[in-house]
């Protein structure tokens, strides 16, 4: 598991954009001296940025020439080419989506809140204790706890720093804060009540809801999904983004009219499950944003 990689650096505005265009120009970027100097940010954040794309799962490290470097991903393509800027809920979405899944370890903490912890309404300091107790059930070394403050920070941040609306050239929010995932009670102590929140649809968009069934599905080998599942399985709607089994039904009937890939419902032994086609997330993805699909 993996704690405090983010050098306790959420994702600023822009960062993306910066950091698919530098590895898009230099698959060494990365790996450069003075590489914070070319994209104007400071070394702790360069740091951050690598792992913030690596978590997403926008680019991957591989060996050229007997060197390390990074290269896009089919995912980091279709953002580069599509929406780098994150204009849209759905990039976010996705990219949300690819940090709770913790894929070979990289976001510990986003797994284990949205997945495994249960409370809806709570103050930080309960949050950090009850991730302390989770971790140390788990580890069998002992784990800072300056790095689990670190990623409970970070994990609030990431979803609450809003744009400041008087300052047009403000760039140190988070663009997640859209997804709606979290609110944040004010209080004039430091013990704030913070909320789970469940957004609408469209705030999360049809299209990553979409692409998070497909990726679930493939992962799991299967194309028959209950209801029951998508609201209450790890990685699944009812977890990732804190739906409730209206919105999910909501989101799936509006699936059932998808112009080439629609949904279909199955009623057996008295639960209602979908059946999802037969294609790749990436490939539908590609698909919606009209590139060339590679099969």
């Not at 910066?18 to 070394?43: C, M, P, Q, T, W």
């Not at 493939?218 to 209950?226: A, H």
């Not at 599942?229 to 790890?234: D, F, G, M, P, Q």
């Amino acid at each position: 598991m993996a704690y405090a990689r983010h050098q306790s650096f959420y994702l600023r505005d822009k960062w993306l954009s910066k950091g698919l265009r530098a590895v898009k120009h230099n698959k060494r970027f990365f790996y450069i001296e003075d590489s914070f100097e070319k994209i104007g940010l400071g070394k702790n954040m360069v740091e951050a940025l690598k792992y913030w794309l690596v978590a997403f799962k926008v680019i991957e490290e591989i060996l050229q020439d007997g060197q390390k470097c990074h290269k896009l991903t089919e995912l980091g393509e279709v953002i580069f080419n599509h929406d780098r800027v994150l204009q849209y809920n759905s990039t976010i979405s996705i990219l949300h989506y690819n940090l709770v899944t913790n894929s070979d370890d990289q976001s510990t903490v986003f797994d284990w809140f949205f997945n495994v912890y249960k409370e809806t309404s709570f103050k930080k300091d309960d949050l950090l204790n009850s991730f302390k107790v989770w971790v140390s059930q788990r580890e069998t070394k002992e784990i800072s706890d300056k790095s689990l403050k670190r990623d409970i920070d970070c994990l609030i941040q990431f979803y609450s720093k809003k744009a400041n609306e008087d300052d047009p050239e403000d760039v140190t929010f988070c663009p997640f804060y859209r997804l709606k995932l979290l609110n944040i009670e004010p209080s004039a102590s430091e013990r704030e009540k913070i909320n789970k929140t469940s957004p609408a649809i469209n705030d999360i968009s049809v299209e990553a809801l979409y692409y998070t069934l497909l990726d679930y599905c493939n992962k799991e080998d299967i194309r028959l999904l209950s209801i029951d599942e998508i609201i209450n399985k790890k990685n699944m709607w009812g977890k990732t983004y804190n739906l409730s089994r209206n919105k999910i039904i909501e989101a799936l009937n509006r699936l059932t009219n998808h112009e080439i890939y629609p949904i279909t419902y199955v009623r057996t032994n008295n639960l209602d499950y979908i059946n999802v086609p037969s294609i790749s997330a990436i490939q539908f993805l590609q698909e919606e944003h009209g590139m060339e699909v590679r099969v």
